[in-house]
């Protein structure tokens, strides 16, 4: 739920004897773009060399290799595994948002960011700053999956098996399940459900 949010003043524009604008609001951008996507996509990518293993004999060097190197507890698949999270967190947020495009719908509308010029400094300005909390969202979502398989190899208890995607799921349900019952107490006029 962590957001950044960047000021966006709007000037004052005279239409007849109206006065419309000289309004100050912000643009959100959150920390975690990505949701639970990035690791969805790693996992993937990181399924198929077992896939692959699992179609050769038990004795071939390449199945010797991934059982010895790629256990869920090793050092090498959670590497892997974590630098995969934060690229498909950047790659993942590069695709559903533009910098480029907010900064030119800023500006057609008469808004723009204090102290930054409108049009292709406000889009470097805003990428700027999304990359480094995509970078932030990006860590966060690696150690969360990978925390897990860290302190299963480490304790060697693998009787509770809850990992940290699960719980990035169940938390974003119930995020989001409260927003949809705040929205509907308010709808019906009450002061909400949390204050």
């Known amino acids: 739920e962590g957001q950044r949010r960047l ?6 524009r005279v239409v007849g004897r109206k006065v419309y604008g000289g309004q100050s609001t912000f643009l959100p951008l959150k920390v975690n773009a990505g949701g639970v996507i990035p ?26 290799f991934i059982n010895k190197w790629f256990r869920s507890s090793g050092l090498l698949y959670n590497s892997i595994y974590a630098l995969l999270i934060v690229f498909f967190t950047f790659f993942y947020v590069a695709i559903i948002y533009n910098p480029v495009d907010v900064a030119e719908n ?14 292709r400094p406000t ?5 700027r700053v999304l990359s480094r909390l995509t970078l932030a ?14 302190l299963i190899g480490l304790t ?13 799921i169940v938390v974003g349900v119930a995020l989001d399940t409260m927003k949809q019952i705040e929205s509907h107490l308010l709808l019906r006029s009450y002061e909400g459900f949390v204050k």
């Open 39 to 64: 690791i969805i996509f790693a996992i993937s990518i990181l399924m198929i060399p077992a896939t692959i293993g699992s179609w050769m004999s038990q004795d071939a060097s390449f199945n010797i």
């Open 7 to 12: 000021p966006i003043q709007y000037a004052k």
């Open 123 to 127: 889009a470097e300005y805003i990428d």
């Open 156 to 168: 060697g208890v693998t009787s509770f098996q809850f990992g940290g995607t699960s719980l990035l």
């Open 106 to 119: 800023v500006k057609k509308y008469g808004g723009f960011i204090p102290g930054i010029r409108p049009g």
């Open 137 to 150: 969202g990006g860590i966060f979502l690696a150690v969360i999956a990978v925390l897990p398989n860290i």
